[in-house]
């Protein structure tokens, strides 16, 4: 088995801004960062273990990757295994997002993960 440790993005309850909630919905409307997010919620996961999940070349599931962490949908952990090695591995953030739409704009109530 292996353990988790390392926390480097901020957290944030909710997002109320216009743009970043336009930016996540493109994120979220690839089909290999959905399945990288769902993959997640399991628990940690490397890039190596993502991409066999995924029907896309590791070099996508690095740039789907890097799109989930700027949004902060995932983090960057170091999960270590038996033996004393290590690894960089991701998890979810956030359970899901609340969508509301208003006159104006669209705001993205995050459920964090726990």
Known sequence: MSSETTRHSQQTETDHVTHDAETQLEVLGNQCSRTILLAVQ?????????TDRTDCSSATVYRRINDLLENDLVEECIRFERGGSHTTAYRALVEGLDI???????RLERVESE
């Open 100 to 106: 509301r739409f208003g006159p104006d704009d669209i």
């Open 42 to 50: 399991e628990g940690p996961k490397t890039a190596k273990e993502l």
